[in-house]
């Protein structure tokens, strides 16, 4: 079973939209988190860290986790075309010297 | 601020070359260094990790090595390249384990 599992998409929205997207994970241990937005060809960029249960918002960002049903999600508001890149949710091993665990990725596409 | 390099952005080698890539880190010390690779479709997969000099942690046997003779120093090298080698090639750093974890604009390698 892997670790973190996400939906790989295709999404496809309107400018304007709300983007819901969402990742599970299977080890009750995992408390870090991160979402990454990746542009085509280009490095992973962090949008979003969090530690804890509840949400956290920044900007038209919103990162959301819930321990309880291992489920973990970002919102993005008012979409822009600008938002069209692959969406990496990621969490850190519950055991000392491991490394970041990855999903696969979101494809987010927005038409204007 | 922190940054970090890596290069070349884009290289191709033919079978059976040699490769070495680096990864440089600004503006902080000791920090945790990573190379990942990500293959389409099967999300970032670690090859490599790094808590300080001279230490490496390999997560995936292969024909692929890694160095960090330097404290903000990460290369990874091949003596022989495989066709399977192709991919995009991704450092990152961070303080220490469950923080965030930044990444470089990656290297494409494509072996022909």
């Known amino acids: 079973q892997k670790e973190v599992e996400q939906d790989p998409g295709p999404l496809s929205v309107p400018e304007g939209a709300i983007v819901s997207l969402n990742c599970t994970y299977s080890?009750?241990?995992?408390?870090?988190f991160m979402w990454y937005r990746q542009y085509s060809r280009k490095g992973p960029e962090l949008l979003m860290y969090t530690y804890s249960s509840g949400n956290k918002e920044d900007g038209r960002f919103t990162a959301q986790v819930d321990k309880s049903s291992k489920y973990i999600s970002l919102f993005i508001r008012d979409s822009q075309p600008s938002d069209s890149a692959t969406y990496l949710c990621?969490?850190?091993?519950?055991?000392?010297?491991?490394?970041?665990?990855f999903g696969k990725g979101t494809t987010l596409s927005v038409s204007s | 601020s922190q940054t970090i390099h890596q290069w070349p952005a884009t290289l191709v080698q033919p079978v059976g070359s040699p490769l070495s890539l680096e990864c440089t880190v600004e503006?902080?010390?000791?920090?945790?260094l990573y190379w990942y690779r990500q293959a389409a479709g099967r999300g970032l997969q670690l090859l490599f990790y790094s808590v300080g000099i001279g230490q490496i942690s390999s997560e995936v046997p292969q024909n692929l090595s890694a160095s960090r003779p330097q404290d903000r120093q990460f290369i990874l090298s091949s003596k022989k390249l495989l066709l399977s080698d192709s991919g995009f090639y991704l450092c990152a750093w961070t303080y220490r384990e469950n923080t965030e974890a930044f990444f470089g604009q990656g290297t494409r390698l494509t072996v022909v």
């Open positions: 080890n009750s241990a995992f408390q870090y």
């Open positions: 990621a969490s850190w091993g519950d055991q000392a010297g491991t490394a970041l665990i």
């Open positions: 503006g902080t010390s000791n920090p945790n």
